[in-house]
């Protein structure tokens, strides 16, 4: 034990981020320099820990997890990683809850949930966050719509704008409404396409939009393909790096960010377009933070679940482009929203299956706000509240 207290404090705080947090536990009351090792804000070695299990299990957290928050030897800013990613129903009925500083319940608040959801807010960050907790658990586990009312969805329109609309959340159901939608735009003999934009620990972003080879560019819609493929992003490890013929833009104006746009110009074709370090006009989505399926957003995340490309550049969709109207709206995560388990294991759902089965039927409002936190890269020329073109 001397032998292993002499080494630097750096070291010592890397070994224990190996362990296990009940091991971890142990050790720090072992002695009085290990103790104050693991107190150790800056060292910190409870992190690894921590976080390991809160991503490598759904729920079933260690044992030790449940009372950490009485341990005054685990540093506080940690509890923001586990009440930003652990599961609604072990942070309402199964841990001891930390005492943290209004302004760390707010960063909680803003970590995990849609920025929108901000409205909910009556009286302290604390009690906001724990009553919005509760109703993302009780909605995601039964049909109950009385905290809101109506569902509200945001409509990509292939000339630039969006409008913002609203149903029922009675009767609301994404592929219905886009039905009716694509009738108004004579696209009903297409069939009807889902894609999974972006995960977050109790909601997830889909799109619904039509594919085709169109006949001309003017059905094309261009906010559409921008939102799924971010202008200059492209799938692969590889590729992540840098983008080709793209030009920056200005600054989104809906962003909080500030993200640059990286805009392709037609007109720049035959030309010689700079290569552009994709880190400067692109930053990795924190508030709110994205599950571990898309922990790179709005870059390609690997493992499978990321599907926004399907194929490369030209192949993309197998040539096909989205035209007409996207619907783009939010999906509460349930037990069953995910994927399905059979006898091969889990298999992850895809497209039209991302929203019918069982546990796919609980949604909730999409505001500006939170559109322009995940896609600040849009530029929309109208923002309409309601129907209508806005004049």
Known sequence: MSAFESLPVELIADILGELDVASLTIVSSLSRRLRAIASDSSLNPWRRPILRTLRTTNGDYEPAMKHLSIRQTVPRHNWIEILSLGTAEYLLFEM??????????????????????????????????????????????????????????????????????????????????????????????????????????????????????????????????????????????????????????????????????VALDPSLSGRTAPVINLNDAYRPLTHPLPSLCHANYPFYTPGGEDKRWLGNEDLEENGRQWVGPMMITAQLIGPQTKYFEDEEGRTFLQDMDLVVGPGRSQYASLTWEDFNAIAPWVELTNMINGPGLGH
């Open 96 to 261: 001891t809850p930390p005492n943290l500083a209004e302004a760390e319940w707010e960063e909680c608040f803003r970590r995990r949930f849609l920025p929108g959801w901000t409205k909910w807010k009556g009286g302290s960050w604390k009690a906001a966050y724990l009553k919005i907790l509760h109703r993302v658990w009780h909605r995601s586990h039964s049909s109950c719509t009385a905290d809101e009312s109506w569902t509200k969805y945001i409509l990509l329109n292939r000339n630039g704008s969006a409008n913002l609309l609203e149903g029922s959340s009675r009767s609301y159901n994404p592929l219905t409404t886009f039905h009716e939608i694509k009738l108004q735009h004579n696209l009903a003999h297409l069939p009807t396409h889902v894609r999974l934009v972006v995960e977050f620990r109790d909601v997830r972003i889909i799109a619904l939009g039509v594919l085709s080879k169109p006949r001309s560019s003017f059905s094309v819609n261009q906010n559409a393909r921008q939102l799924l493929h971010p202008p200059g992003v492209t799938k692969g490890a590889d590729e992540v790096a840098h983008a080709s013929p793209a030009a920056v833009g200005n600054v989104s104006e809906g962003s909080e960010e500030g993200f640059p746009v």
